[in-house]
Nanobody, 115 residues
Framework: QVQLVESGGGLVQVGGSLRLSCAAS???????MGWYRQVPGKQRELVAT???????NYAGSVKGRFTISRDNAKNTVYLQMNSLKPEDTAVYYC??????????WGRGTLVTVSS
């Protein structure tokens, strides 16, 4: 069974940076990869996505601060997060959609931005 394995979360001060990584445990045919985030009591929301052709989409709240990238050969997606704010505190979930339309989710990694 394919799993998405996330890493890179943690505690950072306001204005700091973190880099999240997510790799598929098997080499599979993935179309879109990305990141969503969720805080307790709220719905999971889009952060950023990237297609196999490198087309990107960002939430307005992170544009200009976060950068998504991927290594197709490694089925890995990255999220570089700069100028972090307290409101970026959340559990970040890796997402992947296979070309058959099957969606996969990681278990989540906690990002905490302290003021």
């Amino acid at each position: 069974q394919v799993q998405l394995v996330e890493s890179g979360g943690g505690l950072v001060q306001v204005g700091g940076s973190l880099r999240l990584s997510c790799a598929a445990s098997l080499s599979i045919d993935i179309d879109t990869m990305g990141w969503y985030r969720q805080v307790p009591g709220k719905q999971r929301e889009l952060v950023a996505t990237i297609t196999s052709g490198a087309a990107t989409n960002y939430a307005g709240s992170v544009k200009g601060r976060f950068t998504i990238s991927r290594d197709n050969a490694k089925n890995t997606v990255y999220l570089q997060m700069n100028s972090l704010k307290p409101e970026d505190t959340a559990v970040y979930y890796c997402y992947a959609k296979r070309k058959l339309g099957i969606e996969l989710w990681g278990r989540g990694t906690l990002v905490t931005v302290s003021s």
